[in-house]
């Protein structure tokens, strides 16, 4: 029965505090657009100290004109803000801990202001919620991070809010529903405003979800962060690509895949159409992929190996390739693409095959970092992608490969391929006793240290010496042996006798180069579909228009 | 370098193929508006034989005229669709399979006709792909199963196809973008059509992803699926509540969870303003939820335990005190609730402290399925939430407290609780020595048996006797024997010793309620905080309309 007297709580306050705000800008704002010049004292009233505040720092796409104004607000209005950010890429980012504006920080990835944000965290300046993979972050939005305002980026908006995203829809989605939802407050700057829902390509997040719109000072920045110029692709690369090829897809019939950023992947999916094709595989692997539109995937797709792509960002110079094949990525009925970082997460983890990554680091046991001495450079999708999710409950061959030991109760498995060399550039060994990130944890006070892939996460480690099938071992000792086996001249590498090595071999848990009947000397860059990026215009007819930087005829 | 002649292959077949099936309906149509009394020869001309299509057979809310119509169809037309389908709720839905209109399912969920689709499988009308569990399936909707078509419901919309979901906005989402964007035909069933935009309460779809709006027959159907009635908790719920919020809930200190459906979760709820508020536990545990509005929950929101709550679906009669809430549950401007199914599967797989769940059977391994002996149910969200996900990597007290082996490169892991009476009703043991889901598989000829939680993710087992804390077991026969020692009087109950038993309570591996100070004498009904749901709505301060099945006064 309920107690006597139900509390006279107010069950309200978010809605209620919302107007509030909104009401305090009638000054600056005609009905929904906030004007340009006002933007600083607009933010100074819609945010409060204190405020949870998404700013969409995203991996390509960047509210920057936002970011930039909420810079140069008064740290005396607005302080210890706790911003929760997808992704930290700009200097601005961190401006706001430097000036006392902002004070903690939830994030996914931080690569460029990696150094900083360690930096900032040594000084005091910036306490670390958590370093998350993207989905996490996501997530959290809608339990025990739910944000007072979202600060957003498209490419268009209408006098209603109806927001056009562009073909980096990203992570918008996500982002504003968990503002627009719990009475959050969603300001989202656009390129251009129009008067009418019909003047808009297509709309991508309805205006009912926006509260404010306001057309930026300059076009919101966005980076080609997935061109691979195939000029810079090494014979090394070219090896370890074909031993992929033949060891790892073929193998394993992978038939969907996630490919990330690097010269290894992009190796890979330049060998397809040569490597590939010779073996004997188009139509047979690689099928369906989720990635960013990769310019390097062009030969492939025209080669008829790619059925389908879905993607988490879009690619500047890719816009009008991928509006000309429509059957391949999706598109909007505008014919430009929309992505959504959260489905091709999701999709990365439950619908992929295979995932296959590179790292800095990797201790004995297989866990590895992109977090190093003096750096905080976050994870972005890796840790969801890496890892076998066990609520997957449909087969395909590839996942019920990997189970060694038939059960009926048994579950197959994801693959997960770490793709290193032994060396990284400036002759630092890959492979070592204790990962950076176990000191920066300490020192930054961390629970526990940001390991990016768990080492029994791992299935696969591909090395310029070999393969090791990590999922073949049966003991953590057999599994330290088998890393070992591949790691070169490294301490780990050299810590294992010919004698292991050899018996590892013959059971077919690593092989090298020569049992797969791949020559080192045939690794050479003739082999790749494209050797530079104008060869990747001419595939594709011309519809790939590549970013000035990547131009050089 | 392209190879000589680049294929002279279409790229833009489907968005060809939907143009040509859109004006085969432009006698039926006007605009995007689809005639009711065309709706059968119109997914004759929208729909074609071997077809993906997705039908929003969703947990609660019905696209029914949809699919009443879709089994209406003339088979000769309309044969071999391949059926994609959150929910398997309705008989017409397995109409299709028996007229021959569909042929193969993909699904995650079937409770009701699970008996009929074993039936139908084994007559060879109907071939399973997989069962899955819900976000799963929505992510192979971007990968390898994008539809041609889909088939979903709204309550309004408006003649361009703005969508107005209802409370239920579900799966909708998800659906919808994967066809949309793919060059699919959108169709949505809507309860009411309105002229313009404005007329509607918020969009939740743009009109720009619905191809046709068709106004039903009759406003679709939905079912109250999480209304626990609390007269029917019996004493053993109340004795299971009490030790789960003791000895999990507490030692643990649980922020964040998800509670299914079930009487023994809804004992839980209804115990936290009684027993939880003796033990001084209010503020903190028990703040953040993932889960549908439970009217059960009431109590423990009027009380203010509950921060906030985000939803998969909507509950039938919460409606109102849901509009009258929006500090806890997530609402749109117009005050009625959105949820979100794929976001609170991510909530729940990512976010969440804590997922408590039931089963019909498990194994002495601890593994357990509801596919039991002639019934083919399916998962629906268990298998996503019921499992570790190794892509976490943000921290927090019960997260880490499962770290058994202090360890810098350590992770911590999720809470998978399993709360099942030893015996199921009729008798029949809940632990036994191999899960009907091993024959069902054979049968069926699925390559694996449909595990719904998978025994080395569950880290407790609640039982009327007693806890078993699975996440110390030191090896698998620790394990097998911790769950032997709360499995009562079952056959693998009876396979332990006294002595073996005692050990593992000394060792507080597993304890009994006398371990915890709980006597089983105290757990009655008098310590609910509602024995009705007429006390519900009297908690609700009237805002709760139970539907009319629940209400006896």
Redesign the interface.
Known sequence: ???ST??E???????EEKQRRIKSVASMSNGKVLATDDIIPALEKLIAPHDRVILEGNNQKQADFLSRSLASVNPDVLHDLHMLMPSVGRSEHLDLFEKGIAQKL?FAFSGPQSLRIAQLVEDGQLDI?????Y??L???L???L?PNVALVAGYKADRKG?LYTGPSTEDTP?LV??A????GIVIAQVNELVDDEDDLP????????IDFVVVADQPFFIEPLFTRDPRLIKPVHILMGMMAIKGIYAKHEI??LNHGIGFNTAAIELLL?TYGEQLGLKGKIC??W?LNPHPTLI?AI???WVE?V?SFGGELGMEEYIR?????F?????GSM?S?R???Q??G????DMFIGSTLQS?A?G?SSTVTRGRISG?GGA?????????????TKAW?DLITEPN?????RKLVVQSVETFQAGNKPTFVNE?D??EV??QAG??????MI?GD?MTHLLTEEGIAYLYMAKSDQERRDMIAAVAGITDIGMSITREKVSKLRQEGKVVFPEDLGIRRADATRSML???SVA?LV??S?GLYQPPGKFRSW
């Open positions: 029965m309920p107690q139900t509390s709580r107010k069950w309200d306050t978010r809605r939830d919620g958590a370093i998350h993979t989905i996490e996501y997530s959290r809608y339990v025990d739910i109806n996500a529903e968990a627009a939802f719990k009475d297509r709309v991508d997040i309805p205006g009912s979800w038939q969907s159409p099928k369906h989720t030969p025209e080669s008829g389908t879905h000309h094949r429509p059957d391949v999706f598109t909007g009925r505008d929309r959504n959260t489905m091709c999701l999709a983890q439950y619908a992929a201790d046991n866990n994870f840790p969801n992608m890496g890892h076998d999710p066990h609520g997957r409950r449909h087969a019920l009926p109760v048994a579950r197959g990962l990130a176990v944890a300490k961390m629970p526990l240290a940001p390991v768990y996460d579909a494209a050797g060869d001419e595939w007819d």
